[in-house]
């Protein structure tokens, strides 16, 4: 193991722990901001209770989000200075806008929203909640941009005197069709994950109403366990369908990461789609295999890809000749056992939750709540299942890349720093693996103590010190 290996690890470490928190920021900032909406319109001081509970772990889990995501820029000049060199002033555009715009605008209206429960209108205080809600969605988008130009580099040019990457065309870095189907999907997939947070937040109290603090707190979290179940439903259906563009995108700009995760290893017309496969990767020569067991679903992976059943899809084994004839020699294929089952797991995970979702729908229908305790559990499960499905379709995204950080322009072997040694990458991942266990630690405890203390917590029911409708939060007009 060398310099190259740890720096991957580490950076795959902090990226994976740091996404942890992504996805519940960008869909629960909206999710908050519809139940202090609902609020605003009907007057009913259950989804203010409601506003104020899940708005309290919402910034929790920001707080923490911010914290674990400064670090992965630093990395960049720690680790890959190499990449920064070649990248910097394509890649520091969108990143740019990214800080001085999106998070600046998120931070300082979440602010606003934090501090003028008394201070501000009803309205300028729900409209702060808003813009910190647009302000974390497009913080996404700029970050996406950057990503999808390293799969699909446009509006650049590279300096010969330099071998630098030049910005030619700001406008094409962030209309990359890559781009806007990534941010599509991702978003989606976070609002499955908001959903479902919701939806394992209610399922929970309801599972322990006998013990509620209020007699109207059991109807409360049944309206923000149905809230959650329709996010993580009408969140699943976006997710197809971006997830099935994705796909015809990854035919067109990355045939080679499509071919890893279907292990499909000869070009074909009409490929099935792969349910099962264990492979051969030792035919003698550099990235060339084949399946000894595959069981597939006929036609499915040509229509996915091409929009045609009979459609041609290209395999690894010809794309790494072909991508020796245009590099030179070496291995363009990605680990593809890693790549195969990512996928799957990604799918698998993601449409177990969307599948609670829609049966936890009929099973509250007509105002009814499940008798059976287990289905609560269910519910609560679908949560961690959906976000580590999340994470393996970031896994698939980024080492689906591979060997490239940049598509047929930089290798990750030519990305690192040269000055940095074994030893210092070592040290550096064992220090951001101990913090962030610690983190981990504080981040549990902290939703745990405020999910057991309840709603009554940030907002008192009455007879406990606060009364009840409109004056609750002494807004001025």
Wanted: hydrophobic letters at 50%.
């Amino acid at each position: 193991m060398d310099a190259l290996d740890l720096a991957r690890w580490q950076f795959g470490i902090t990226t994976i722990y740091h996404f942890l928190f992504v996805p519940l920021t960008i869909g629960l900032s909206v999710v908050v901001a519809v139940l202090q909406t609902a609020w605003h319109r009907t007057g009913n001081t259950e989804y203010l209770r409601a506003t104020k509970f899940f708005g309290k772990l919402f910034l929790i889990n920001f707080a923490m989000g911010v914290v674990t995501g400064i670090v992965q820029e630093f990395q960049f000049g720690m680790n890959w200075s190499a990449y920064s060199t070649f990248v910097g002033d394509v890649f520091g555009a969108p990143l740019a806008l990214e800080a001085l715009l999106a998070f600046f605008l998120e931070s300082t209206f979440l602010g606003l929203w934090i501090f003028g429960w008394d201070r501000l209108s009803r309205r300028v205080h729900l409209a702060t909640i808003w813009a910190a809600a647009i302000g974390s969605n497009l913080s996404a988008y700029f970050i996406l941009a950057a990503n999808a130009w390293m799969r699909h580099p446009v509006g650049f040019a590279v300096d010969p005197a330099t071998k630098r990457a030049h910005l030619t065309d700001i406008g094409a870095v962030l209309t990359n069709s890559q781009a806007w189907s990534t941010y599509l999907h991702v978003v989606s997939a976070s609002f499955v994950v908001a959903g479902l947070f919701v939806v394992a937040v209610s399922a929970y109290k309801l599972l322990h109403r006998d013990t509620a603090p209020h007699a109207s707190e059991p109807g409360m979290f049944r309206r923000t366990l149905r809230a959650g179940l329709l996010t993580t439903v009408i969140a699943g259906a976006v997710v197809v369908y971006s997830g099935d563009h994705q796909a015809k995108l990854a035919a067109q700009y990355e045939p080679m990461k499509l071919a890893s995760a279907e292990a499909l290893w000869n070009t074909e017309d009409a490929a099935g789609f792969s349910l099962f496969a264990v492979g051969d990767h030792s035919l003698g020569e550099v990235g060339m295999g084949q399946n000894i067991i595959d069981v597939q679903v006929p036609y499915v992976l040509s229509f996915l890809a091409t929009g045609s059943p009979a459609g041609e899809v290209q395999g690894i084994n010809d794309l790494q000749q072909h991508y020796q004839q245009q590099f030179g020699p070496g291995d363009y294929t990605p680990n593809i056992p890693v790549i195969y089952w990512s996928f799957r797991l990604m799918m698998g995970l993601g449409m177990a939750g969307v599948g609670i979702g829609v049966l936890g729908l009929w099973l509250t229908r007509r105002g009814a709540l499940p008798e059976q305790r287990w289905m609560y559990r269910v519910a609560m499960a679908a949560l961690p299942a959906a976000m580590v499905g999340n994470i393996f379709g970031w896994v698939l995204t980024e080492m689906g890349r591979q060997p490239w950080t940049v598509v047929g322009e930089l290798l990750t072997a030519a990305s690192v720093s040269p000055g940095v040694s074994l030893g210092e990458v070592a040290f550096s991942l064992s220090a951001f693996t101990a913090l962030y266990g610690t983190l981990a630690v504080v981040e549990a405890r902290l939703m745990w103590r405020y999910l057991k203390a309840g709603p009554g917590h940030v907002m008192p029911y009455p007879g406990e010190g606060e009364r009840e409708p409109d004056a609750v939060a002494a807004f001025t007009y």
